[in-house]
């Protein structure tokens, strides 16, 4: 099992925190989901408040305003002999970008999706059996940073870390292999992924081949995990939201949206920006160890997902990170250091204690 399984029992949660509403089961959104009118929806960690427009505030969405479609996140095709470069520069003027011709069958896709739904598609008391233990860091539940709103999210996740085995027994017990096979095979092929974008991104950081070598020796230990999102149709999609604003805590996130967008991410100057999938592509986001090793050159996205009134959307992401032991510095050829060395472990416990604060409290 991965080691950051570690990190999380020593932050454990309490149960209002980890248990999802029963969505199958209302038909209006309860008080406990209502965001318009709350404090807690405005990043002003993230961004400083003179980025953060008088109009972005408190605004979740309105279904009758096409969020910002004019800046374009970049596409980058892996095949491309410059896509190196190109995945740099993505990282640093974004910290998100699409990624096509990445290799992986499109058949993975469907099966990956296909086993999301079928697993949020069971009753509420059979999701119940899988729950997320208040120290565990696997299973059926909220979103980790649930404790840090005052409001709910329309949001119901799975996290896989290694084997899904324990918990797809509970939930089938006679039909749970096929659910296995696809989770280890989707992590499997996300592993390889994740390397050869940390490759590239070591590469347009213009690193030595020796400097290349030891930071994908550290790498290929990675400590990751693969989180199935769920976000039911919902009465009123303008007053709740899917996930709060956030930023990802480890290195990478590759995303595979399914048929439909709902992740917007922000941007100085533009606000929220939707995130259209284009065809056959995966996104990628910039997390926040990335951030530190890259000494703030590269930019850990803050995003959020908004939700749909007659669509039930299903996100699969894979966070790769690294081992819980593993010191996290930037490096030294990019300046004067922004933000001081700590171990992962250390940084995940200020996160957890903190949430997006934990950035700036590790800045020099
Ligand atoms: C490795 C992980 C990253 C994550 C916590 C988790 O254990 C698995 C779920 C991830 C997620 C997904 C939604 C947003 C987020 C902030 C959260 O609450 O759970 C991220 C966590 C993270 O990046 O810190
Ligand atoms: O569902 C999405 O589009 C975003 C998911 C996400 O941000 C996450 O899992 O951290
Ligand atoms: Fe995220």
């Not at 703030?296 to 803050?302: I, L, P």
Request: some cysteine.
């Amino acid at each position: 099992m991965s080691n950051l399984c570690e990190v999380y029992r020593k932050t454990p949660l309490k149960p209002h925190h980890i248990i999802p509403l029963d969505f199958q089961s209302v038909e209006s959104v309860p008080d406990s989901h209502v965001w318009s009118d709350c404090d807690d929806y405005n990043p002003t960690e993230i961004l400083n408040s003179h980025l953060w427009p008088e109009s972005h505030k408190f605004r979740i969405q309105d279904e009758h305003i096409v969020p910002n479609e004019h800046p374009s996140i970049p596409i980058i095709d892996l095949t491309d002999s410059n896509a190196a470069d190109y995945v740099g520069q993505a990282c640093q003027t974004w910290g998100i970008f699409h990624v096509t011709n990445h290799g992986l069958p499109l058949g993975l896709f469907e099966d990956v999706e296909s086993e999301a739904r079928r697993l949020f598609s069971l009753p509420s008391q059979q999701k119940m059996k899988a729950l997320r233990s208040p120290g565990g860091a696997t299973g059926y539940g909220s979103a980790r940073m649930a404790p840090f709103f005052s409001k709910s999210m329309w949001h119901e996740g799975f996290t896989i870390m290694g084997s899904s085995v324990d918990h797809a027994r509970v939930l089938w017990p006679n039909d749970y292999k096929r659910f296995c096979e696809v989770m280890d095979e989707y992590q499997k092929q996300m592993k390889a992924l994740a390397h050869k974008l940390f490759l590239m991104i070591l590469k347009s950081m213009g690193l030595s081949e020796e400097e290349q070598n030891w930071a994908l020796m550290v790498q290929s230990n990675e400590s990751n995990a693969l989180q199935l999102n769920s976000y039911p149709p919902c009465p009123d999609p303008t007053r709740t939201v899917g996930l709060a604003p956030h930023t990802d805590s480890l290195l990478l996130t590759i995303l595979h949206q399914s048929d439909s967008d709902g992740l917007e991410v922000l941007q100085d100057g533009a606000g929220w920006v939707r995130v259209h999938r284009a065809p056959g592509s995966l996104t990628i986001n910039v997390g926040d160890l990335m951030h530190v090793f890259s000494n703030g050159k590269f930019k850990s996205v803050c995003h959020r997902a908004v939700v749909k009134r007659t669509h039930h959307r299903v996100s699969i992401a894979y966070f790769s990170g690294l081992p819980a032991d593993s010191v996290v510095g930037p490096l030294s050829k990019l300046g004067p250091p922004r933000y001081r060395a700590l171990t992962v472990e250390e940084y995940l416990g200020m996160k957890a204690q903190h949430l997006d604060r934990a950035l700036s409290l590790i800045r020099i």
